[in-house]
């Protein structure tokens, strides 16, 4: 119990004092899985949109694939990836391993099913006939996508928060892509495993206690904007 | 409209992050937002260096890729040397050292698959195959040190003080102590292994051995927790924190000996290597600068040195049959 104590004051003493490179490591988190997250809410809501409005045969097997996609294992995807990053790999002169770019791919490849299948599962639930009758008022595609995202917007946020949660909270494929150099590519969570394997658990807890109040505040900021519609 | 201000603030925080990845990620370029030495971004000097960096005989960029990938291993990064040869590596030759430390089962499998550019890793009868198959060229003797046997205050096995590690392997299998193996093909786990083929044992399977498939500052802990008995290197152990219970039993034996070794990948086998790069780390690790480091380096805790510099020396000379082991 001491040891939660002690990383709760090593928590305050590192925010007051930038020691670990706090400061940089929450922003790099938070810059990776931001971008990751904004990728995926791209590919997301185009492909999700496309299964949801379109019916057509292996419909409901792309709907079991985008849901095996969300149960994924994060450390899988990153041995695919770094495969491909190697230098022995087929993409490997292209130099991203160990890089924040390498880390950025791996994590938009964990959220984009999420975010894709939680895009479906809301859009799905739209009443047809209520397009239609939006195309019949003269709209075009992207303007009736616009619109029906608009209404969708709170299951929308869902999807954003349940991608951002897989994505900064994810360990094994941010550590073998990106290699946790100092400095380059460390990020709170593959901080939190260093300070663990070298016996230092104070900080690990504290570095722990600063990825939950990263999660907490973008949870609060994109929970307010989710409200804001509310009448 | 109100929902429009936080639609702004969504696309603000979009165009954001979509910036940074542009600026901040390309490939081999670091993070804009970091704090970052002087040094890189730009060669120091086109063509000869400083004055102080060619005196020490550290090379400087001249052309080609800054970044090194350096494969090394775990102990190597938790005893905390690398933390203080790196930046002074970075300082001198305008390289970015991306030190990638994992066990070195993996990190000469990176050797032979052409994914890093120089080796410092601790297990020579391994390296014998990298070797071998000119996969590594220009290996060359870096330092030393040692290690140990750790156990329990009350050694239930009676092992203290052995002079032998063999003998001593021998009477935790007897005891049926618990003891907690590396198990990753590291080279703390290959020397282990090794030492149980000579007692002609094989604790695998049995229920007191346990593999903790992880590094040695993970596995220490695991053996602590367990007041169990496990192989480790010296500078790892002295570097565990307040709570570490176990203590060094055997100690000494020259089948101990944990030598490390640099290694260049080679650039004729592998067309991405940083040729330039991987020698000019592996000669500033065998240089007199590097050496005097490593010889000054110690444990913050007993202020004990970790290692021993050998540069210039022959294997046989620090007490190995071969330089291979």
């Not at chain 1, 391993?97 to 099913?113: D, E, K, R, S, W």
């Not at chain 2, 007199?288 to 490593?294: L, P, S, T, V």
Request: with cysteine; net charge neutral; hydrophobic share 45%.
């Amino acid at each position: 119990m001491d040891l939660l104590w002690d990383g709760l004051g090593e928590a305050i003493r590192i925010i007051r004092t930038g020691d670990y490179a706090i400061w940089e490591i929450t922003l790099r988190s938070l810059l990776i899985s931001g971008s990751a997250v904004v990728i995926s809410l791209i590919i997301g809501i185009a492909v999700g949109a496309a299964i949801a409005f379109n019916d057509f045969r292996g419909r409901n097997l792309v709907f079991s694939l985008v849901n095996t996609g969300m149960g994924l294992p994060p450390v899988v995807v990153g041995l695919l990836v770094a495969i491909f990053l190697w230098r022995s790999g087929p993409l490997g002169h292209l130099r991203l391993i160990y890089t924040p770019a390498a880390m950025v791919v791996a994590q938009t490849i964990i959220a984009t099913p999420i975010v894709t299948g939680f895009t479906a599962a809301a859009l799905r639930q739209l009443d047809p006939r209520w397009r239609t009758q939006i195309y019949a008022l003269g709209a075009s595609r992207l303007q009736m996508l616009w619109i029906v995202l608009w209404e969708t917007k709170l299951p929308l946020m869902a999807a954003v928060m349940a991608g951002f949660g897989g994505a900064i909270s994810e360990i094994g494929a941010s550590q073998m892509v990106g290699g946790n150099l100092a400095g380059d590519t460390r990020v709170l969570t593959t901080a939190v495993m260093l300070e663990v394997s070298r016996g230092n658990f104070a900080p690990a807890i504290a570095l722990s206690i600063i990825l939950l109040a990263l999660i907490f505040v973008v949870s609060l900021v994109l929970t307010t904007v989710q409200q804001q519609e509310r009448r | 409209m109100k929902g429009l201000f936080g639609l702004a603030a969504l696309l603000a925080a979009l165009l954001a992050s979509i910036g940074s990845i542009a600026c901040g990620d390309g490939g081999g370029s670091q993070e804009t937002a970091t704090p970052q030495p002087a040094t890189t971004g730009t060669p120091k000097a086109a063509t000869t260096g400083t004055p102080q960096a060619a005196a020490m005989g550290t090379p400087v960029v001249r052309s080609g890729p800054k970044e090194i990938i350096l494969a090394t291993t775990t102990s190597t990064e938790d005893s905390g040397l690398l933390d203080v040869l790196v930046p002074e590596f970075e300082k001198d030759s305008g390289y970015n050292l991306k030190v990638i430390a994992v066990g070195s089962g993996q990190a000469l499998a990176m050797g032979e698959r052409g994914d890093a550019d120089v080796l410092l890793v601790h297990a020579p009868s391994s390296e014998k195959k990298l070797v071998d198959s000119s996969a590594a060229i220009n290996r060359r003797l870096v330092m030393h040190n040692d290690f140990i046997i750790l156990g329990p205050d009350k050694d239930p096995a009676g092992i203290k003080g052995m002079s032998s590690s063999v003998d001593a392997l021998k009477k935790v299998f007897d005891t049926g102590s618990s003891f907690i193996s590396r198990g990753d093909d590291s080279g703390t786990d290959k020397l282990e292994k090794s030492l149980w083929k000579k007692a002609e044992l094989d604790p695998k399977g049995k229920s007191w051995y346990e593999e903790s498939g992880q590094g040695m500052g993970a596995t220490l802990q695991i053996a602590n927790q367990r007041d169990g008995y496990t192989l480790s290197d010296r500078a790892t152990f002295l570097a565990q924190k307040e709570g570490f219970v176990l203590k060094v039993l055997v100690e000494g034996d020259p089948l101990l000996l944990n030598v490390y070794s640099v290694m260049q990948v080679n650039p004729d086998k592998f067309s991405l290597v940083n040729a330039a790069g991987g020698e000019a780390f592996a000669d500033f690790m065998v240089s007199e600068k590097a050496q005097q480091m490593i010889g000054e380096y110690v444990d913050k805790k007993s202020g004990k040195p970790l290692f021993t510099p050998d540069a210039g020396k022959t294997y046989e000379q620090i007490g190995m049959k071969t330089p291979f082991g």
